[in-house]
């Protein structure tokens, strides 16, 4: 009966990687084509002949590495501001009691339920009169809009599991409330702040909508914009190829990422903290 | 080190709930301090005051002769123990001793100096590296006690320190901060609600009920000599038995007999109708297993025990009683301050392990009478206190104070007494 289960999950598990790895396996294996390989009639899973010329000609691409220039650049600072202004936010939220606490709350919620493509208009008149239009801080008040509810959110869940006694106890060590805040609580709340860094990297390295409608030049489009200007020469032949690479490249941050904070993702960091 | 003046000590919360009333007390220099009382009483909310953690309402509260009511807790430079430790997950061991040092810019080779030096008095040298979540409850104690005395505070406050652990380890636990306290001779004020340790620990013991103060004397002095009903009944264990009891002369009538009690202590409940006596369990004792000649029948009544607990060096009889209703009422009431739900009023006798009565034996039990207590059922008041020997007991009367607040603590949050401290 264990053994039937257990073949049963492995069955289904295999299916499901098969089902979202699949299209994924795909793209990597188009990247190694050659332009010619793609364009053939009937195209086999595994490159016949592979090769590293897309990878040198997308590098060599200026406009793209540009593009992933403004994409690094503007998610890490949306990234970084986003986390902290939630930190202070989600802070203030979990600890303090004051009037409008849940107004506060169902609004960033709220804020965070439009849809981006109904402020795009909006968004492009006003930025277009403030000269924001094609910049950096363009792209990066929008996405620090969008993400901080969902930051907030996250946070204060886990700040409100930090006993009190922790800052209590570092304010009677002799800590200001700063001290005990930065020392204290926000190394408990790690994990949920390393949690909230990774959902607003991965919101705005991956955002089109305002990406494509908020830029002009490659003065701050990002990749996801620039990858939708690989035409190539022919209307009706687009360079797969070149677009799997380009699609390769832009995904290969995400996995080193999420490789690299799975460890600081600890569940139960705080165990121990009170009696256990 | 500092001396730790509370003087006429208000908390009141935001919605009303007056928590602490007009508390004062005086801790001296080096003075081990038990604040104890049932679950509700506000003895934690007054340590809080006195580390700075919660604000005082009214009143004045003096360390080391400078009043704190506006400082921060950093600037009263005390440390505390907090009831589920409050360690530093995220650091080790030695991080967490040396915590306050670190916030204090103390340079490494002093903070190594002295994190080293707490883990030896406290035996934690093996576990300097290891993060609080790998330790034992008991560990867990050590560390939070050596993040405390790795400072040089001016007191130590612990909040029911040792309420997380077994009890096996709460008793050696207990032994080992009595010991550090006389070693480092520094003012100390502990919370608990856990009358053993009150008795063990403290120098003076300040016994509080709905926020007041209600004695604050030697545990022996509280023990031998409670001002009130409710001192008398929360102190001890097992605690003190309370009967009905009528004063003619020298003689007090109470539901097995009569015994013959010092003029002195008569005189003074004279005239005052049906009365509490109040009579330790230690003080009663089978008749057949005490000297001859202290037995005499003004010392002596039959009864029929109930139930025998045999315990080895002593065994506790249990002996049923009806009381009439006006002392009953009063007497469930008590019960119920004290944490306690009595199901019937009954004689709780300790004997000695000597002693051959048996289940359903009719005993004869002999009574010392020198140490009966009479209380007034209205007030609760101890007529027969000897107050050259009671410590500090309040004006006023407090038992009837507290029922007062407690009255004003349930107008705001109905069944407060049932609150956690």
Request: glycine letters at 8%.
């Amino acid at each position: 009966m264990k053994t039937k289960t257990t073949i049963g999950t492995w069955i289904g598990f295999i299916l499901i990687m098969l089902w979202c790895l699949f299209p994924v396996a795909w793209i990597l294996s188009l990247s190694f084509k050659s332009e010619g390989e793609t364009a053939t009639g009937s195209p086999q899973f595994l490159p016949k002949d592979p090769t590293l010329d897309n990878y040198s000609a997308i590098l060599d691409n200026g406009d793209f590495t540009r593009a992933l220039v403004n994409s690094f650049g503007i998610a890490i600072i949306a990234t970084a501001l986003s986390v902290i202004f939630a930190t202070l936010a989600a802070y203030a939220i979990a600890r303090l009691e004051f009037k409008g606490k849940r107004l506060v709350l169902s609004l960033a919620l709220a804020i965070a339920m439009f849809p981006v493509v109904s402020l795009v208009g909006p968004l492009f008149d006003m930025w277009s009169t403030f000269g924001l239009f094609n910049t950096w801080p363009g792209l990066i008040i929008p996405y620090m809009s969008f993400t901080l509810p969902l930051a907030i959110w996250t946070l204060s869940a886990f700040f409100r599991e930090i006993p009190w006694e922790m800052e209590q106890a570092a304010q009677v060590d002799g800590a200001t409330s700063w001290q005990a805040f930065r020392k204290v609580i926000v190394p408990l709340a790690a994990p949920g702040v390393f949690t909230a860094a990774i959902l607003t990297f991965f919101f705005a390295w991956n955002e089109f909508v305002l990406a494509i409608s908020l830029t002009s030049t490659t003065a701050s489009r990002t990749v996801p914009a620039q990858m939708s200007f690989f035409v190539g020469p022919d209307p009706f032949n687009p360079p797969y190829a070149q677009l799997a690479t380009a699609s390769v490249i832009v995904t290969l941050p995400v996995i080193v990422i999420v490789l690299l904070f799975q460890r600081k993702i600890v569940a139960g960091l705080t165990s121990g903290a009170v009696k256990g | 080190m500092a001396a730790i003046e509370m003087k006429n000590i208000v908390k009141q919360y935001g919605d009303g709930f007056p928590a602490v009333n007009d508390v004062s007390i005086d801790v001296e220099d080096g003075e081990f301090l038990i604040l104890v009382g049932p679950s509700g009483c506000g003895k934690s909310t007054l340590l809080r005051m006195i580390v700075g953690l919660e604000d005082i309402t009214d009143g004045d509260m003096v360390i080391g002769g400078k009043k704190v009511n506006d400082l921060a807790p950093r600037d009263r430079n005390l440390s505390m123990v907090f009831q589920n430790y409050a360690l530093y997950p995220h650091l080790t061991v030695y991080e967490n001793i040396a915590f306050p040092l670190r916030l204090a810019g103390k340079p490494d080779s002093e903070v190594d100096e002295k994190v080293r030096a707490a883990s030896k008095t406290l035996e934690l040298d093996e576990h300097l590296e290891r993060k609080p979540g790998n330790l034992s409850g008991g560990q867990r104690q050590r560390v939070a006690m050596g993040r405390a005395i790795v400072r040089d505070a001016e007191a130590f406050l612990f909040d029911e320190p040792l309420s997380n652990l077994d009890a096996k380890l709460r008793g050696q636990m207990r032994t080992e901060i009595s010991r550090l306290q006389k070693r480092l001779g520094i003012t100390t004020v502990y919370v608990t609600h856990d009358q053993t340790e009150a008795m063990t620990l403290g120098d003076r013991v300040a016994v509080l009920k709905r926020g007041v103060l209600q004695q604050h004397a030697t545990p022996r002095e509280l023990y031998e000599n409670p001002c009130n009903l409710f001192v008398a009944g929360f102190i001890g264990s097992p605690p003190m038995n309370f009967l009905p009891a009528t004063v003619k002369g020298n003689q007090v009538e109470l539901p097995f007999g009569t015994v013959t009690i010092p003029e002195d202590k008569a005189a003074k409940a004279q005239g005052k109708g049906l009365l509490i006596a109040g009579i330790r369990p230690d003080h009663f004792e089978d008749a057949n297993v005490v000297d001859s000649d202290k037995v005499t029948d003004e010392a002596t009544f039959k009864a029929t025990v109930d139930v025998v607990e045999w315990l080895g060096n002593e065994a506790y009889a249990y002996i049923p009683f009806e009381a009439p209703p006006e002392v009953e009422k009063q007497l469930q009431q008590l019960e119920r301050d004290l944490d306690g739900e009595s199901l019937r009023t009954q004689l709780v006798v300790s004997l000695d392990g000597a002693s051959r009565i048996a289940e359903g034996d009719e005993a004869t039990i002999w009574v010392d009478a020198r140490k009966i207590h009479l209380f007034d059922p209205a007030t609760g008041e101890n007529l027969t206190m000897d107050a050259e020997h009671a410590g500090i007991v309040p004006g006023g009367n407090a038992m009837a104070k507290a029922e007062e607040v407690g009255e004003q603590q349930d107008a705001v949050q109905p069944g407060s007494d049932q609150a956690t401290t």
